[in-house]
């Protein structure tokens, strides 16, 4: 079957195929693995619009629910990096008077609270309950719901339009893309800005990150991409800057065309995909052909390391293992389990590859011989507070963006 393009509807022919995939959240227990859902995780670019894609999707209502295994406030890397963009979003868009500003996604509140706090009127719109439950409890205003356009009318009769729209690791997550920037056309005002941010493709391709590629991320955005998306409706790109979050984001303003200055990090952004081929075929089938040797080269290792009886844990079931989990094929024998912090993940199996999810207490009171930092994006935190598992002989395996031992 052709596929098609999300956001212009061109023919797309996928660049890579991981194979059959779990969801990347879809942590289970042992009655549940006769009936694991799975799908084709393939990727591909549209020749027409620059975006780059899933091209088999998993529905929405299955990856967002009352049971959302993703908590955003988790690292206190991540609590520093929101408060800095709420204080930035404060400082340059959010105008006196009495500001209205919405957030898609919102998650349990990281950002939201910080406007909470600070008095301006805010709503967030937030899919999965419990996630939602705590922003609540944190006095961020908050909506249970997928945000379309329904909702966004009914926003802007609540609440009037809004000042600014924020979203953070969302945009990307969106299937109907055209349909929710048509919805953030109604609820923001005609001199509005949307600021969101995702990782960027640059960097995906750079590290050879494909851990990024799972189901929830359905897009993988450049700056050639948002800005055809967004033109489409009458805004353009006025601001851009590299975030050192994820692995390597981006973070989009985006304002009606002609409403502002845009930024020479724009101009100079848009330059450097020009020059790097983010939109040619080639630049993607040399990321698959990295991609693959990757997989051989941690594959190798493990293998290698089981041969010893060495052992391996994880750290951080993290959605992005799921990829690398199943793609290279790990499993319990060669990676023990996999430490985690987070409760609702402990006493579960990781999607499809079934390897043990268990408390952080296992991985410390005994500490493994090597630690396969599935993190890798929390890497420095992460290294700076185990310094004690270094000490006592422990070595980190990490694979972005190469395949090492530290
Ligand atoms: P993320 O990479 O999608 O942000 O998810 C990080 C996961 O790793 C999350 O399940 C929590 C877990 N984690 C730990 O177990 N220990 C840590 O120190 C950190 C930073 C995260
Ligand atoms: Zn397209």
């Known amino acids: 079957m052709t596929k098609t393009c999300l956001v212009c509807n061109a023919a797309i022919d996928p660049f890579m195929s991981f194979g059959q995939m779990p969801q990347a959240n879809g942590f289970l227990l042992p009655d549940d693995f006769q009936d694991e859902y799975l799908y084709d995780l393939q990727i591909g670019l549209c020749d027409q619009c620059g975006m780059v894609q899933l091209t088999e999707r998993v529905e929405p209502d299955r990856l967002f629910h009352e049971n959302y295994a993703y908590f955003s406030s988790i690292s206190t890397r991540m609590e520093a990096h929101f408060e800095d963009f ?140 948002v800005q055809h998306l967004f033109r489409k409706h009458g805004y353009e790109l006025v601001d851009v800057a590299p975030q050192n979050v994820h692995g390597g984001s981006m973070r989009y303003t985006i304002a009606a065309q002609g409403q502002r200055a845009v930024s020479q990090a724009v101009t100079e952004q848009l330059a450097w995909e020009g020059g790097e081929g983010l939109t040619c075929r080639e630049t993607f089938d040399a990321f698959r052909r990295r991609v693959e040797h990757s997989r051989d080269a941690l594959v190798k290792l493990l293998q290698r390391l089981a041969r010893r009886r060495a052992r391996v844990v994880g750290y951080g079931a993290t959605s992005k293992s799921t990829t690398v989990t199943n793609y290279c094929g790990i499993t319990p024998d060669v990676v023990e389990f996999v430490s985690d912090t987070t409760r609702g993940k402990q006493g579960k199996f990781t999607p499809g590859a079934h390897l043990p999810v268990r408390p952080y207490a296992d991985f410390s009171a005994n500490y493994p011989d090597y630690a396969l930092l599935f993190a890798w994006n929390h890497a420095d935190e992460i290294m700076a507070k185990e310094k004690e598992f270094r000490d006592a002989g422990g070595k980190w395996i990490i694979y972005v963006p190469e395949v090492t031992i530290l």
């Open 86 to 225: 709420a204080a930035d979003v404060m400082a340059r868009y959010v105008p006196k008077g009495n500001p209205f500003i919405v957030e898609l996604g919102s998650n349990d509140g990281i950002l939201l609270r910080h406007f909470s706090q600070a008095g301006v009127r805010h709503l967030g719109i937030e899919p999965s309950a419990n996630v939602a439950q705590v922003a609540v409890e944190k006095g961020v205003n908050t909506r249970c719901a997928f945000f379309e356009e329904t909702v966004a009318r009914d926003i802007v009769v609540e609440y009037g339009q809004a000042d600014v729209v924020m979203a953070t690791n969302v945009m990307c997550h969106i299937p109907d893309l055209d349909s929710a920037v048509q919805a953030i056309r109604l609820v923001l005002k005609p001199d509005g800005v949307v600021i969101f941010e995702d990782p960027y493709l640059g960097n995906i391709l750079e590290k050879t990150a494909y851990d990024q590629i799972y189901d929830e991320h359905v897009f993988y955005f450049s700056l050639t991409s």
